[in-house]
Structures are given as C-alpha cells and as structure tokens.
C-alpha cells in the first residue's frame, strides 16, 4: 500500500491484552485530568444529526458525511457526525454553562473519504470539548494556557503509562513549542506543509502550529478549515491572523510528525460572516446554527478535539492506528502489516 509507512525492525512492545489494558488505562486517566485541567464536565453526545442544520462538521467541505434516511420522519436525512464541533457550542447554551467551565465527550465518527494509513482511519474516536469563555479572552496567550495544559494532562498520561509498563521509555519534551504557521513558511519556504511539520517536531519534540484555515503569504493555506467553528481570520496580539492551531508531536516509532489534537478559539459573530465570505459560503447564514450564533443566542467558547486512539497509539508506542481500534481496512494492508509484526485487530 502506497500510504502505508513501514517502520523498520518494528516490535510491539505489548501483546494483546496488555493492549486492551493499556487503552483502558490511558482513556480512563487522561479524560478525568482533562476534565480537572480545564473544568469540563462529562456529557452525552449525538452519533447523527439532522441534515440542513448546519451542525455537523464540514471539514474541510468535501468530505462526504454517511446519511440515512428517517423512517419515522418523512424519511428525512440524517447525517452520522465528522466531529461535535458546533453541536458542542449548541449545548453549552442549552447548558448555560458559565464562563470558566464547559463540556467534553467521546465523540465517534465515520469518515468514509479518509485515505487510510497509520494514522487515519474510517472510524474516528475523540474527546470533543468546548468551554464558556470572556471576550477578554479571546486572544493567543488564553490560547496558549489552555494548549499548556492540556499538554500537562498528556504528559502525567505519558509517566503514569511508563510506570505501568516499564518497557515503554517515555520520549515527549517537559514542554511544548509554539510558532505561527506564517513563521513556519518562512523557516522552510521549500518545504510543503506536511515537511514543515516534520522539521519543526523533530527540532522541539512537541509542537502547537498556530493560524490554520486562513492564506498565508504564499496564498496558500497551511491546511483546511470549515469557516464556521475555528476563528482563523481574527488578527490577534500578535499582528498574524489565526487563532485556534494543531498540537503535534515528533513520533519515533514512525520517524515523522504526528497530529494529537485540533482545537482554538471559536469564531464570533463578526470572524463568523468574514470567513463565510472569505470561503464563499454564505448562504450558510441561514442555517440553524448559524443564526443561533448571529443572533446572539451562543456563548463565546474555545474547543477542539483530541484523539483517543491516536492518544492511546503513542502512549503505547504502537506503529499503525488500526493495533489500537477495531475498523476496515484493505486486505493488501493487513497483510502487509501482519508481516511488519504490526497485526491489526
């Protein structure tokens, strides 16, 4: 398989129930220091939603969502979720959560565009979280706090994991590195997006790329952003526009950079209709989330996502996401893993 990336003298350092032990652990432990750090309390989220809202997550805005049809509902269409981040927002009002706290959940999706590799799946599991801030603090250093901390609950996962396992050598920074992807071009102006990332991971070994969604000085975006959820357009503190951004770490076990979380400052009711019309969507003005935000009727939050398999992947140092999670993948692929010593479950 041409997007399969074969680690050299690969072995797994867990058999198989050590395996399912170790996810437990991992997803246990982290989401509770994830609720702790940033105040978030567990809630039940939506597999599906209705179509025509303008809820679900357009992604980059040509991935197809899976539908079915609503028997009960005139046959109406539902749409199985990319991710929760604008029903979150959703529930944060009909929660009137206060600012300081907010929500998480395990969000499961299906995207059946993905092109599949170690590190992407049809089937997608994530802890979804939003919370209630000021307008005060929509700015980059708010940003970087919470990144920070997020980071720490990663880190405690990462020793507590060791500890477990003492196989395992624990590899990530004490700290992570932040930079624009604005000053990422110019360090590597020759590069594509994907071999700037590897070159700043494998420098600071834990990344967070800020401004992503929006063109950068070569007119090109760094990578895609739905217009309605991240604020990417918002020219912050630091005369660059953008913020919201990706944690990324340096994977040894693949010798590449590796996406843990996407997450920012969500947008308000101006950044909303500029990136609209920026991306030339504005005829989603009319949809049911978005006027609940025009209107005034949603509070100012910041969110994201962070990957539970992908998590549970690099604290137990496994090679392909599918040792992690049960899903579909090629025969070729699987037998071309089987023989790597990276069986898929």
Known sequence: MSNLIKPVCYQQLLDVKQTEQGIKLIKDFFQQNLSTELRLRRVTAPLFVLKGLGI????NGVERPVTFPIKDLGEAQAEVVHSLAKWKRLTLAEYQVEPGYGIYTDMNAIRADEELDNLHSLYVDQWDWEAVITREQRTIAFLENIVERIYAAILRTEYLTCETYPQIKPFLPEKIH???????????????PKEREDEICKKYGAVFLIGIGGKLSDGKKHDGRAP???DWSTVAENGKA?????????????NRSFE????GIRVDKESLLRQLKIEGKEEREKLYFHQQLL????????????GQSRLCMVMLHKAHIGEIQASIWPE????ECEQLGMPLI
Do not use: A, C
Request: net charge negative; charged share 20%.
């Open 56 to 59: 679900n997550d357009d992604l």
């Open 295 to 306: 209107n005034g009727n949603l509070p100012l939050s910041i969110g994201g996502g962070i």
């Open 332 to 335: 070729e692929m699987r037998r």
């Open 242 to 254: 953008g913020l919201n951004g990706d944690i990324l770490i340096w994977y040894p076990v693949l």
């Open 260 to 263: 843990l979380s996407s997450m």
């Open 178 to 192: 932040f930079i624009h992807s604005e000053d990422l071009l110019q360090m590597y102006p020759d590069k594509t």
């Open 228 to 230: 309605d959820y991240d």
